[in-house]
């Protein structure tokens, strides 16, 4: 019996070589402990042609965190200066701390035809969507429903009573923006939600407008016919 030919991974999205893509920026968000932050992760686990924006901010680490890993630490001062120069696509203010994605690397990232993915708020998402329209991709993250959100917030063990009050006192304002985003996901089961991400992701990177040499493929094609 002959020996089965190996299967390609099936998270492997195949683009024909010869066409040259312009890559996408991917924004997830939602309420804090709607699950973003671990899907933004599964997401990067299989597929190899995205990668996280890291951030800079100004509030202080949590435990496990890297600087430059999870985010770029900052203080106050070098965060405003960023601003000045323009070197932020992207800034907000989110529970008394600042929050920005640096504007060279990403741009040079998409120009390369590889793909950047944002686990960042509304705010952020509507400064991105105004800066590059044609290049952003948004994905608002629902929990199941408010209560598993609560139980989900007070289980953080390194966030306070008065923190947790806070978020929930917040959610209800950002998921109203829920409907500026181009896809929804109710954030029921991980799997179920981590294939999604993935499945919009795909159909995403196959739009025509993103294929920047299709047109010289198909000429050479209609050439040789």
């Known amino acids: 019996m002959s020996a089965e030919t190996p299967k390609k991974p099936e998270n492997i999205v195949i683009i024909e070589p010869h066409i040259a893509r312009r890559g996408l920026l991917y924004i997830i968000s939602s309420p804090s402990g709607a699950g973003k932050t671990t899907l933004a992760r599964r997401l990067l686990a299989v597929d190899s042609n995205i990668e996280m924006s890291v951030s800079v901010t100004t ?6 965190e890297r600087d ?16 000045s120069r323009g070197e932020l696509l992207e800034w907000a203010r989110v529970f008394d701390n600042h929050y920005g994605t640096p504007r060279a690397l990403v741009e040079d990232t998409i120009h390369a035809g590889k793909d950047v993915l944002f ?12 800066k590059l329209p044609n290049d952003v991709v948004r994905v608002f993250v629902l929990p199941p429903s408010g209560g598993v959100l609560e139980d989900r917030l007070k289980s953080r063990a390194q966030d306070s009573a008065e923190t947790v009050a806070r978020r929930m006192a917040a959610a209800s ?15 029921t089961e991980l799997e179920r939600s981590v294939a999604a991400a993935h499945a919009i992701l795909t159909a995403e990177r196959l739009k025509r407008a993103r294929l920047l040499g299709l047109s010289d493929f198909v000429r050479d094609m209609q050439a040789v016919l």
């Open 68 to 83: 430059g890993v999870d985010y770029h630490f900052v203080d106050r001062d070098k965060f405003e200066m960023m601003k």
């Open 59 to 64: 509030r202080a680490p949590r435990p496990g």
């Open 119 to 130: 686990d960042i708020d509304w705010q952020g998402a509507q400064q991105l969507s105004e």
């Open 173 to 187: 304002s950002e998921i109203s923006h829920w409907p500026e985003y181009d896809y929804v996901i109710v954030n």
